[in-house]
């Protein structure tokens, strides 16, 4: 069993920036892919980035390109999302995916963007 703790959320001003950590119990390279994803009450959880854990291939959605960037640190079990001008649409709450044979989801951290 794999543990993802996300922590780096919180209340930032419009044009602010952010940096969320995920921390693995486990190798992350026994998985994939790392990922996050948001959620807004209502509504579908949406990709944010994702990253393979050989390579370090990047995807980002649409929405985020240019603004948010995907990293990990592979001695630290640990991947990253820096977050810089963010923007109110951007409030949700943030997960952690750990994409293998079995996939693992952290509990998420809540990123307000309010003035």
């Known amino acids: 069993q794999v543990q993802l703790v996300e922590s780096g959320g919180g209340l930032v001003q419009p044009g602010g920036s952010l940096r969320l950590s995920c921390a693995a119990s486990?190798?992350?390279?026994?998985?994939?892919?790392m990922g996050w994803y948001r959620q807004n009450p209502g509504k579908q959880r949406e990709l944010v980035a994702t990253?393979?854990?050989?390579?370090?291939?990047?995807n980002y959605a649409g929405s985020v390109k240019g603004r948010f960037t995907i990293s990990s640190d592979t001695a630290k079990n640990t991947v990253y999302l820096q977050m810089n001008s963010l923007i109110p649409e951007d409030t949700a709450v943030y997960y952690c995916?750990?994409?293998?044979?079995?996939?693992?989801w952290g509990k998420g951290t809540l990123v307000t963007v309010s003035s």
């Open positions: 995916k750990a994409t293998g044979s079995v996939d693992y």
């Open positions: 486990g190798n992350i390279f026994s998985f994939g892919a």
């Open positions: 990253m393979t854990t050989i390579g370090g291939y990047t």
